[in-house]
């Protein structure tokens, strides 16, 4: 199986940036999408951004359009959130994913497999 794992949560103002890590291990062999998702206190989880194996070729939430942006470095098994413009509603733990669909993730919020989650909080 493929263990992921997030890094990079925690405390920023309004306003600021934060950027979230995902490092995979275990069969990473195989050509995964990889994607992030987040889930707000008392609300359900929902998608943020996903990305390809093979193209790169990127796809994110209407909510978070022109502030994030995901990334990943196929060599070294990581995928990145780069969070720009945080308002106090981006606060949430936020998951990595991968699959071996994209538009499982996309469209069914589903993944084959997840990381434990990573909090991010954003002061008003």
């Known amino acids: 199986q493929v263990q992921l794992v997030e890094s990079g949560g925690g405390l920023v103002q309004a306003g600021g940036s934060l950027r979230l890590t995902c490092a995979a291990s275990?069969?990473?062999?195989?050509?995964?999408?990889m994607g992030w998702f987040r889930q707000a206190p008392g609300k359900e989880r929902e998608f943020v951004a996903a990305?390809?194996?093979?193209?790169?070729?990127?796809y994110d939430a209407d909510s978070v359009k022109g502030r994030f942006t995901i990334s990943r470095d196929n060599a070294k098994n990581t995928v990145y959130l780069q969070m720009n413009s945080l308002r106090p509603e981006a606060t949430a733990v936020y998951y990595c994913?991968?699959?071996?669909?994209?538009?499982?993730?996309?469209?069914?919020?589903?993944?084959?497999?997840w990381g434990k989650g990573t909090l991010v909080t954003v002061s008003s």
């Open positions: 275990g069969r990473t062999d195989s050509t995964y999408a």
């Open positions: 994913a991968a699959d071996r669909a994209i538009t499982t993730m996309i469209r069914r919020y589903g993944a084959d497999y």
């Open positions: 990305i390809t194996w093979s193209d790169l070729s990127t």
